[in-house]
């Protein structure tokens, strides 16, 4: 029809249900009958969210642990895109992702789901931590052990993901276990802020287990109907913190320091340590990473908290934060036309993804490993009152413009030139590490600029770097 097989809800563990809700995944034993692999598997368990910005489509049922593969061709060996689904741990599935447009440059797209929210990484008695995490990597073995067959080549794996997505691809860069299962890392807007260590975990645990009146063990989660457990889930782990109540200044300050809730657990065994200080460390440093972020990832936020923000709240939110003042003063001379509500958003975005982002390409270049590390900034920015907002990366890198949300977000049609930077970057990188600029280097700090038209840009994320200073012990 349009040139790409697409083999849907292919399985790759054993339904996590019954006594295997809370356990790691067990590979998916061998079947005789043919498997329909014409419909999307169902979806993982997640809160139902009021319509927003992005599609989230539910698909019932209980087994979850299913992928989904874009190719061209059964035969050869292409390069193999793993693209893990975003959603802060708590939502999203493979269902609302399009590989299609990405296979026909030249790739295989594999989309695996996984575990969501408590069943993927509640720390319970009774049951072991990570268990999303164990999901991917169980994900990542199927595509060692299979994917020939779709027509992608084992030995050449790009793992690659945004938001949460993107921190779940830098976690399995620094895990011993992920080790020779992917060569290169493509992470875009999101780095392991939703990290928890294991004493916060616990105390996490034993608030909802208090909430739902139960003991915080595999039989308290199991026994709380499904409905009653994501409405607590939620109330204490809304997806990106947009819940939070108050004054503007109050949820401006509770976004920016907001911390994760639900997400890897650093347990000293399957997560060793915080992926940073991995990477400080030189974890996955023989590996190739491209990072990144758009520009405006957070502003509209700023506009759908209705915020009509004033200087002196923009003060107040830096002196709340303990930011230098000699760097904010920089910061504002950088972009001296902002609007106070402008100048705050842009500080939103460069605290929570800009800096972290750099901070990644930052430890590599200091810990001097082997492979190289390249930076990108999506500057572009639609004919829409918000901007290049978190997400619309998404349908740039995947080439996946048909339906309603992607036109919504660019405003209309993206022009063509910018589909084919950013996505014929992720496959050039794929290719060969190369995705088509050079690399970060502290000598130079050189990023590429998505836009129209795309360009090199030195040393871009001075200002945001001056004003927040490394990112890398939040949540260590």
Same mark, same amino acid.
């Given at each position: 029809?349009?040139?790409?097989?697409?083999?849907?809800?292919?399985?790759?563990?054993? !339904?996590?249900v019954?006594?295997?809700?809370?356990a790691?995944?067990?590979?998916?034993? =061998?079947?005789?009958?043919?498997?329909?692999?014409?419909?999307?598997?169902?979806t993982?368990?997640?809160?139902?969210?009021?319509?927003?910005?992005?599609?989230?489509?539910?698909?019932?049922?209980?087994?979850?642990?299913?992928?989904?593969?874009?190719?061209?061709?059964?035969?050869?060996?292409?390069?193999?895109?793993?693209w893990?689904?975003?959603?802060?741990?708590?939502?999203?599935?493979?269902?609302?992702?399009?590989?299609?447009?990405?296979?026909?440059?030249?790739?295989?797209?594999v989309?695996?789901n996984?575990?969501?929210?408590?069943?993927?990484?509640?720390?319970?008695e009774?049951?072991?931590?990570?268990?999303?995490?164990?999901?991917?990597?169980?994900?990542?073995? /199927?595509? $060692? *052990?299979?994917?020939?067959?779709?027509?992608?080549?084992?030995?050449?794996?790009?793992?690659?993901?945004?938001?949460?997505?993107?921190? @779940?691809?830098?976690?399995?860069?620094?895990?011993?276990?992920?080790?020779?299962?992917?060569?290169?890392?493509?992470?875009?807007?999101?780095? !392991? /802020?939703?990290?928890?260590?294991?004493? #916060?975990?616990?105390?996490?645990?034993?608030?909802?287990?208090?909430?739902?009146?139960?003991?915080?063990?595999?039989?308290?989660?199991?026994?709380? =109907?499904?409905?009653?457990?994501?409405?607590?889930?939620?109330?204490?782990?809304?997806?990106?913190?947009?819940?939070?109540?108050?004054?503007?200044?109050?949820?401006?300050?509770?976004?920016?320091?907001?911390?994760?809730?639900?997400?890897?657990?650093?347990?000293?065994?399957?997560?060793?340590?915080? !992926?940073?200080?991995?990477?400080?460390?030189?974890?996955?440093?023989?590996?190739?990473?491209?990072v990144?972020?758009? @520009?405006?990832?957070?502003?509209?936020?700023?506009l759908?908290?209705?915020?009509?923000v004033?200087?002196?709240?923009?003060?107040?939110?830096?002196?709340?934060?303990?930011? *230098?003042?000699?760097?904010?003063?920089?910061?504002?001379?950088?972009?001296?036309? $902002?609007?106070?509500?402008?100048?705050?958003?842009?500080?939103?975005t460069?605290l929570? %993804?800009?800096?972290?982002?750099?901070?990644?390409?930052?430890? #590599? @270049?200091?810990?001097?490993?082997?492979?190289?590390?390249?930076?990108?900034?999506?500057?572009?920015?639609? =004919?829409?009152?918000?901007?290049?907002?978190?997400?619309?990366?998404?349908?740039?890198?995947?080439?996946?413009?048909?339906?309603?949300?992607?036109?919504?977000?660019?405003?209309?049609?993206?022009?063509?030139?910018?589909?084919?930077?950013?996505a014929?970057?992720?496959?050039? %990188?794929?290719?060969?590490?190369?995705?088509?600029?050079?690399?970060?280097?502290l000598?130079? #700090?050189?990023? $590429?600029?998505? *836009?129209? =038209?795309?360009?090199?840009?030195?040393?871009?994320?001075?200002?945001?770097?001056?004003?927040?200073?490394?990112?890398?012990?939040?949540?260590d």
């Amino acid at each position: 029809m349009d040139g790409v097989h697409r083999f849907l809800g292919v399985p790759f563990a054993e !339904p996590p249900v019954g006594a295997r809700r809370f356990a790691l995944p067990e590979r998916r034993a =061998p079947w005789s009958d043919v498997l329909d692999a014409t419909v999307h598997g169902p979806t993982a368990t997640q809160p139902l969210l009021p319509s927003g910005l992005f599609p989230q489509t539910i698909v019932e049922g209980d087994d979850c642990l299913h992928l989904d593969v874009y190719t061209t061709a059964l035969d050869g060996l292409r390069p193999v895109v793993v693209w893990i689904h975003g959603g802060g741990m708590v939502m999203g599935s493979n269902v609302d992702l399009d590989g299609s447009g990405l296979a026909r440059r030249g790739v295989v797209v594999v989309a695996p789901n996984y575990r969501l929210g408590v069943d993927g990484f509640l720390t319970i008695e009774g049951a072991p931590n990570n268990r999303g995490v164990a999901d991917w990597l169980l994900a990542l073995e /199927w595509v $060692r *052990d299979n994917v020939e067959r779709f027509g992608g080549d084992p030995a050449n794996v790009t793992i690659a993901g945004q938001s949460a997505g993107s921190a @779940a691809c830098l976690n399995l860069l620094t895990l011993p276990r992920s080790a020779g299962l992917f060569r290169r890392v493509y992470a875009m807007s999101g780095t !392991p /802020w939703n990290q928890v260590d294991l004493v #916060r975990a616990r105390t996490h645990a034993a608030e909802l287990a208090g909430r739902l009146g139960i003991e915080a063990t595999v039989d308290g989660v199991a026994s709380v =109907p499904v409905d009653q457990l994501m409405a607590v889930q939620h109330e204490l782990a809304p997806v990106g913190g947009i819940d939070a109540t108050g004054s503007t200044l109050d949820q401006v300050h509770h976004l920016a320091t907001l911390e994760g809730w639900l997400g890897p657990v650093v347990d000293g065994e399957l997560v060793p340590c915080h !992926p940073l200080t991995a990477i400080a460390q030189g974890a996955g440093g023989d590996l190739d990473v491209a990072v990144g972020s758009t @520009a405006e990832e957070m502003d509209a936020l700023m506009l759908l908290m209705g915020a009509d923000v004033t200087a002196s709240d923009a003060d107040a939110a830096y002196a709340r934060l303990g930011l *230098d003042p000699d760097a904010v003063d920089a910061w504002r001379r950088d972009a001296p036309d $902002r609007t106070s509500g402008q100048e705050l958003g842009a500080a939103l975005t460069a605290l929570s %993804f800009r800096v972290p982002a750099l901070d990644v390409a930052e430890l #590599r @270049a200091r810990a001097d490993g082997p492979a190289s590390t390249f930076v990108y900034e999506l500057t572009w920015r639609p =004919p829409t009152p918000i901007g290049a907002v978190h997400g619309i990366d998404v349908f740039l890198a995947l080439d996946a413009l048909d339906g309603d949300v992607a036109p919504m977000l660019m405003g209309g049609e993206a022009p063509r030139s910018l589909v084919d930077d950013v996505a014929g970057a992720v496959v050039r %990188f794929a290719i060969d590490g190369d995705p088509g600029w050079p690399a970060y280097q502290l000598a130079t #700090r050189t990023e $590429r600029a998505f *836009d129209v =038209p795309s360009r090199l840009r030195t040393d871009p994320g001075a200002s945001a770097r001056r004003l927040f200073g490394p990112i890398r012990g939040r949540g260590d």
